[in-house]
């Protein structure tokens, strides 16, 4: 009898053990986002100061801008879906010789830093950029002819660019799903092309199609560095206004458009969580319909040819002009190492600082977000369904509420009581903690999801205690996973600008705050070699996925 | 409904696997099997009659036309695979009408059409489902239904049966030919199962290694296996290879491991020879009877029907036997390691070919 109340206690206690550890993620989580925002929304809208909620509807100001949101994100999102589908059923269906390379490398937007982007797109597509200097040879011109990169057609190019990936390998794999012999069930049952595209793919793909436009428009509504870089002051989304607002201390103003954003997001995440329950997953189809490209009539090898050009053009291009943009002045048109020399430079505007920052702040971000990951992987695991809900609502929260609204909440609701005003760098790296943590815990639920149970009953039936197993067999199998999800935390937060731009003192800048100073006062070679130096970064962060996860690091996202 | 000629038919894949050269007439209104082992080209010949495997040389005639330059859907042939490969985000009845709203039919004509086949299978009562809320068996139902749909020339089956439980596929393959003999229709029908092959076809034609080793139909190809890869392939008969000590007017004496057995035919001496006895020929008996027997230890005595089935060891061969006294049965059954004697008549076993060695890449 006391033998066995000393198990239930002993049980009793680990479990709450286990409840402590599974909860901290979730009540950090509670803290550090729900509060904050909920606090900067109530006390904005009630308090103030600055314009009330309706005074900030009613504006013309607020109407334009919140018009301009959904128009840019909207153009981005069809122009990134109709440049997207013909790549992913190129992906899925033709046979190309480095096809594993390319799909492999479509990750690398993702982890390429939204400003990093900008100083490639100006460099590419921008007054003096690549094709510039190209049409102005051909024109005969001496000034700038060209410029692609800056306004409305910039913002939306870029977003584009950013999406296409997403998309691409969303539909594409969606399409390697489809059994082949469905496919041919429909030619031989009289159907055209066009009717087997329009009555089995489509349908089939349609859940895959939706889920990738909904997220893309997602991700363009709520775009900062991009529009606000390559908007150059003259465009405005709800993000630069929220932040313009904080800065002018229209607290009211920056409240109400928080709250509005946060509507039109949560509705939008709740669509994709809807749409992308809906994503067939019954993997790879054992035989995929394929054709080489030899097989294709001679005017289809034309349209692919230009088509793949033209796509190289767009990813490839701003990728590769980076290097140039650190040693190319587009000002004095020559070539200096200028920018690298900056790099070395300390003090307030140099770049070492901000190197050094970025590493402290992304590495200390990195850290916590995997600590914190590992509980909630394992919750989102659960088997109550109630803390599996939680746990997958509060990974998927960082992603809904924009980074601008997490600083905006942080910097009230947090900095004032903890007096972090005027050392705000601990801020700067729970934002980043936030930011990253979607994507460590999303790694290892991955991972723990493709342990086999069996191993795990091994070592229990071998004996090994809950520890034991949890040291040497779980953990082990879990590193790899891990790693790629620090990686990502990492990658995420050292290109991290929004949120750091909005909670940085000079003294704190990053990086990538730094790039987009830089550019503000025309500064191209600092900003170049900035973001080629995150560039290297990110690429390794790339290269160590690749080698780490292969083909799962595509699951990651 | 149409005749089929396939006319030296062949197609090399990349990797060296040669399908063909095929050559096989099919005529109107004939049922068809292609019966092999897995990987002999059953599908790959299915598919390129289909039109979706463009063969390297060779002809296909329908009717005596070439339709090799024709897409598959002009071709105006019904297929249904081992996958039924239904449309899965259509209901049953979208299924079935695929080809007729393909091919612009009023929906009034659908709709009879699609109700008449749906009685013809007997699915009627499925029609509103999705077909992710249909058993196996029914989605077969389906998917033949939506194969005949446009009044095909030509029917392709590939394995369409394999997949369900043996007395279900029995009930499937009696309405097939059932529904294949009331249409009329040209049917080519792929199976591994020799069982399914015999039951169901006018003429069976065996395939190993893509090609064409025998056609004929189900009784011809029983009796005169054309091979010995035929003869072991159908199961019918106990097929033995060795070499010939000795002959003599019209018996020749076959080495077998270590026993000798008299065999009616012709041979030189040294050469390597396959004869088959069927199992109802072969003599088994506790004690020594007249005539040429061998001893052997029983492996299995297993009852069907109206008979048992013995199985004997002899070195590394099984002799399969007949036995229909159950006395008898029971003794073998209880013989235990003590050796047993079986024995056939010459004249009851037949030389056969042996067959050209395996080229399989596998
Ligand atoms: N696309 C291809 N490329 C290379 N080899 C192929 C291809 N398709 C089929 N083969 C090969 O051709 C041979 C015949 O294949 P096929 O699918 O026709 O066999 P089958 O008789 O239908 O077998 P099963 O009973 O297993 O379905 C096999 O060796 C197969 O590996
Ligand atoms: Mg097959």
Same mark, same amino acid.
């Given at each position: 009898?006391?033998?066995?109340?000393?198990?239930?206690?002993?049980?009793?206690?680990?479990?709450?053990?286990?409840?402590?550890?599974?909860?901290?993620?979730?009540?950090?989580?509670?803290?550090?986002?729900?509060?904050?925002?909920?606090?900067?929304?109530?006390?904005?809208?009630?308090?103030?100061?600055?314009?009330?909620?309706?005074?900030?509807?009613?504006?013309?100001?607020?109407?334009?801008?919140?018009?301009?949101?959904?128009?840019?994100?909207?153009?981005?999102?069809?122009?990134?879906?109709?440049?997207?589908?013909?790549?992913?059923?190129?992906?899925?269906?033709?046979?190309?010789?480095?096809?594993?390379?390319?799909?492999?490398?479509?990750?690398?937007?993702?982890?390429?830093?939204?400003?990093?982007?900008?100083?490639?797109?100006?460099?590419?597509?921008?007054?003096?950029?690549?094709?510039?200097?190209?049409?102005?040879?051909?024109?005969?011109?001496?000034?700038?002819?060209?410029?692609?990169?800056?306004?409305?057609?910039?913002?939306?190019?870029?977003?584009?660019?950013?999406?296409?990936?997403?998309?691409?390998?969303?539909?594409?794999?969606?399409?390697?799903?489809?059994?082949?012999?469905?496919?041919?069930?429909?030619?031989?049952?009289?159907?055209?092309?066009?009717?087997?595209?329009?009555?089995?793919?489509?349908?089939?793909?349609?859940?895959?199609?939706?889920?990738?436009?909904?997220?893309?428009?997602?991700?363009?509504?709520?775009?900062?560095?991009?529009?606000?870089?390559?908007?150059?002051?003259?465009?405005?989304?709800?993000?630069?206004?929220?932040?313009?607002?904080?800065?002018?201390?229209?607290?009211?103003?920056?409240?109400?458009?928080?709250?509005?954003?946060?509507?039109?997001?949560?509705?939008?995440?709740?669509?994709?969580?809807?749409?992308?329950?809906?994503?067939?997953?019954?993997?790879?189809?054992?035989?995929?319909?394929?054709?080489?490209?030899?097989? @294709?009539?001679?005017? #289809?090898?034309?349209?692919?040819?230009?088509? /793949?050009?033209? %796509? =190289?053009? !767009?990813? +490839?291009?701003? &990728?590769?002009?980076?290097?140039?943009?650190?040693?190319?002045?587009?000002?004095?048109?020559?070539?200096?190492?200028?920018?690298?020399?900056?790099?070395?430079?300390?003090?307030?505007?140099?770049?070492?600082?901000?190197?050094?920052?970025?590493?402290?702040?992304?590495?200390?971000?990195?850290?916590?977000?995997?600590?914190?990951?590992?509980?909630?992987?394992?919750?989102? @695991?659960?088997?109550? #369904?109630?803390?599996?809900?939680?746990?997958? /609502?509060?990974? %998927? =929260?960082? !992603?809904? +509420?924009?980074? &601008?609204?997490?600083?905006?909440?942080?910097?009230?609701?947090?900095?004032?009581?903890?007096?972090?005003?005027?050392?705000?760098?601990?801020?700067?790296?729970?934002?980043?903690?936030?930011?990253?943590?979607?994507?460590?815990?999303?790694?290892?639920?991955?991972?723990?999801?493709?342990?086999?149970?069996?191993?795990?009953?091994?070592?229990?039936?071998?004996?090994?205690?809950?520890?034991?197993?949890?040291?040497?067999?779980?953990?082990?199998?879990?590193?790899?996973?891990?790693?790629?999800?620090?990686?990502?935390?990492?990658?995420?937060?050292?290109?991290?600008?929004?949120?750091?731009?909005?909670?940085?003192?000079?003294?704190?800048?990053?990086?990538?705050?730094?790039?987009?100073?830089?550019?503000?006062?025309?500064?191209?070679?600092?900003?170049?070699?900035?973001?080629?130096?995150?560039?290297?970064?990110?690429?390794?962060?790339?290269?160590?996925?690749?080698?780490?996860?292969?083909?799962?690091?595509?699951?990651?996202? | 409904?149409?005749?089929?000629?396939?006319?030296?038919?062949?197609?090399?894949?990349?990797?060296?696997?040669?399908?063909?050269?095929?050559?096989?007439?099919?005529?109107?209104?004939?049922?068809?099997?292609?019966?092999?082992?897995?990987?002999?080209?059953?599908?790959?010949?299915?598919?390129?009659?289909?039109?979706?495997?463009?063969?390297?040389?060779?002809?296909?005639?329908?009717?005596?036309?070439?339709?090799?330059?024709?897409?598959?859907?002009?071709?105006?042939?019904?297929?249904?695979?081992?996958?039924?490969?239904?449309?899965?985000?259509?209901?049953?009845?979208?299924?079935?009408?695929?080809?007729?709203?393909?091919?612009?039919?009023?929906?009034?004509?659908?709709?009879?059409?699609?109700?008449?086949?749906?009685?013809?299978?007997?699915?009627?009562?499925?029609?509103?489902?999705?077909?992710?809320?249909?058993?196996?068996?029914?989605?077969?139902?389906?998917?033949?239904?939506?194969?005949?749909?446009?009044?095909?020339?030509?029917?392709?089956?590939?394995?369409?049966?394999?997949?369900?439980?043996?007395?279900?596929?029995?009930?499937?393959?009696?309405?097939?030919?059932?529904?294949?003999?009331?249409?009329?229709?040209?049917?080519?029908?792929?199976?591994?199962?020799?069982?399914?092959?015999?039951?169901?076809?006018?003429?069976?034609?065996?395939?190993?290694?893509?090609?064409?080793?025998?056609?004929?139909?189900?009784?011809?190809?029983?009796?005169?296996?054309?091979?010995?890869?035929?003869?072991?392939?159908?199961?019918?008969?106990?097929?033995?290879?060795?070499?010939?000590?000795?002959?003599?007017?019209?018996?020749?004496?076959?080495?077998?491991?270590?026993?000798?057995?008299?065999?009616?035919?012709?041979?030189?001496?040294?050469?390597?020879?396959?004869?088959?006895?069927?199992?109802?020929?072969?003599?088994?008996?506790?004690?020594?009877?007249?005539?040429?027997?061998?001893?052997?230890?029983?492996?299995?005595?297993?009852?069907?029907?109206?008979?048992?089935?013995?199985?004997?060891?002899?070195?590394?061969?099984?002799?399969?036997?007949?036995?229909?006294?159950?006395?008898?049965?029971?003794?073998?059954?209880?013989?235990?390691?003590?050796?047993?004697?079986?024995?056939?008549?010459?004249?009851?076993?037949?030389?056969?070919?042996?067959?050209?060695?395996?080229?399989?890449?596998?």
């Amino acid at each position: 009898m006391s033998m066995l109340t000393e198990v239930g206690v002993e049980v009793r206690r680990r479990s709450v053990l286990s409840a402590v550890v599974i909860a901290s993620p979730i009540l950090l989580l509670l803290i550090f986002v729900v509060y904050p925002v909920t606090y900067v929304l109530i006390a904005g809208l009630l308090y103030g100061p600055g314009s009330t909620f309706a005074e900030t509807v009613l504006s013309p100001v607020t109407q334009r801008i919140v018009a301009f949101t959904l128009q840019q994100a909207l153009l981005s999102t069809v122009i990134t879906v109709a440049v997207s589908l013909p790549a992913a059923a190129l992906l899925a269906r033709l046979e190309f010789s480095g096809k594993g390379v390319v799909r492999a490398a479509m990750i690398v937007p993702f982890v390429l830093p939204p400003i990093v982007v900008v100083v490639g797109f100006l460099r590419m597509f921008g007054p003096y950029g690549v094709i510039d200097t190209v049409a102005m040879a051909m024109s005969g011109s001496a000034i700038s002819v060209f410029d692609l990169s800056t306004g409305l057609t910039g913002i939306i190019l870029a977003h584009v660019f950013y999406n296409i990936p997403l998309v691409t390998l969303m539909v594409s794999s969606s399409l390697e799903t489809l059994p082949p012999e469905v496919e041919e069930m429909a030619e031989l049952l009289g159907a055209t092309t066009l009717q087997k595209w329009r009555y089995v793919i489509l349908p089939h793909i349609r859940s895959a199609l939706g889920a990738s436009a909904v997220l893309t428009f997602l991700f363009c509504f709520m775009s900062f560095p991009i529009v606000l870089a390559l908007g150059q002051g003259r465009y405005s989304t709800i993000e630069v206004q929220i932040w313009s607002a904080f800065r002018y201390f229209d607290y009211g103003q920056a409240s109400a458009l928080a709250l509005l954003q946060l509507g039109v997001t949560l509705v939008l995440a709740v669509a994709y969580v809807y749409l992308s329950g809906g994503v067939a997953n019954g993997g790879r189809s054992a035989r995929i319909k394929t054709v080489s490209f030899r097989e @294709l009539p001679r005017s #289809a090898r034309l349209l692919v040819t230009v088509y /793949a050009i033209l %796509l =190289l053009i !767009l990813m +490839v291009g701003p &990728i590769a002009s980076i290097v140039l943009g650190a040693i190319y002045d587009p000002v004095t048109r020559e070539f200096s190492t200028e920018g690298f020399a900056n790099l070395l430079r300390t003090g307030v505007g140099g770049g070492l600082t901000a190197l050094i920052n970025s590493v402290v702040y992304a590495g200390l971000a990195t850290l916590s977000a995997l600590v914190l990951g590992l509980p909630l992987a394992y919750a989102q @695991l659960s088997e109550r #369904a109630g803390v599996r809900g939680v746990a997958t /609502a509060m990974t %998927l =929260l960082p !992603l809904g +509420v924009s980074s &601008i609204t997490i600083a905006y909440g942080l910097m009230r609701a947090i900095a004032v009581p903890l007096r972090l005003s005027i050392t705000p760098w601990p801020l700067i790296v729970i934002a980043q903690t936030i930011i990253g943590l979607p994507f460590s815990a999303r790694a290892i639920e991955v991972a723990r999801r493709n342990i086999d149970p069996e191993l795990l009953e091994q070592a229990d039936i071998l004996g090994a205690t809950r520890l034991q197993r949890l040291f040497f067999v779980e953990l082990p199998l879990l590193a790899p996973g891990i790693l790629v999800g620090g990686v990502f935390a990492f990658a995420m937060a050292i290109g991290e600008m929004s949120a750091t731009l909005f909670i940085a003192l000079p003294q704190n800048y990053t990086l990538a705050v730094a790039i987009y100073q830089y550019l503000s006062v025309r500064k191209f070679l600092e900003a170049g070699a900035a973001a080629l130096v995150l560039v290297v970064v990110c690429l390794v962060a790339f290269l160590v996925m690749e080698r780490v996860s292969g083909e799962s690091a595509g699951g990651t996202i | 409904m149409v005749r089929v000629d396939i006319l030296a038919l062949r197609r090399v894949f990349a990797d060296g696997t040669s399908i063909g050269p095929i050559d096989l007439s099919i005529a109107d209104g004939e049922f068809v099997t292609l019966l092999g082992p897995s990987g002999a080209g059953k599908t790959t010949t299915l598919r390129m009659i289909a039109g979706f495997i463009t063969p390297d040389s060779g002809d296909l005639l329908f009717d005596g036309q070439s339709v090799l330059s024709i897409p598959p859907r002009e071709r105006n042939i019904g297929m249904v695979f081992q996958s039924t490969a239904l449309f899965p985000h259509m209901t049953v009845f979208q299924n079935i009408s695929f080809s007729l709203d393909m091919a612009g039919w009023q929906h009034k004509d659908v709709v009879a059409r699609v109700e008449e086949l749906a009685s013809m299978l007997r699915i009627k009562r499925l029609l509103r489902r999705r077909v992710d809320q249909i058993s196996g068996g029914e989605a077969q139902r389906v998917a033949l239904a939506r194969a005949l749909a446009r009044d095909p020339k030509l029917l392709l089956l590939d394995e369409p049966l394999s997949a369900l439980d043996p007395e279900l596929r029995e009930r499937l393959q009696v309405e097939i030919r059932r529904i294949q003999r009331r249409l009329n229709v040209t049917t080519i029908y792929v199976t591994h199962s020799q069982e399914e092959a015999f039951a169901i076809s006018d003429r069976i034609a065996i395939l190993r290694d893509g090609i064409i080793v025998q056609v004929g139909d189900p009784e011809d190809i029983y009796e005169h296996p054309a091979d010995e890869f035929v003869a072991r392939f159908l199961g019918g008969g106990n097929v033995f290879r060795g070499t010939v000590v000795g002959s003599s007017d019209g018996t020749i004496r076959v080495s077998v491991g270590s026993a000798v057995f008299s065999v009616a035919g012709e041979a030189e001496e040294g050469e390597v020879v396959a004869f088959s006895v069927k199992p109802e020929d072969v003599v088994v008996s506790l004690e020594k009877q007249d005539g040429e027997m061998l001893q052997a230890r029983v492996r299995s005595v297993v009852p069907q029907l109206g008979s048992y089935r013995v199985t004997l060891q002899l070195d590394a061969q099984q002799v399969v036997a007949i036995v229909r006294d159950s006395s008898l049965a029971r003794s073998l059954r209880s013989s235990g390691d003590n050796p047993v004697w079986f024995g056939f008549a010459p004249s009851d076993a037949v030389v056969i070919p042996p067959s050209r060695p395996h080229t399989s890449t596998c």
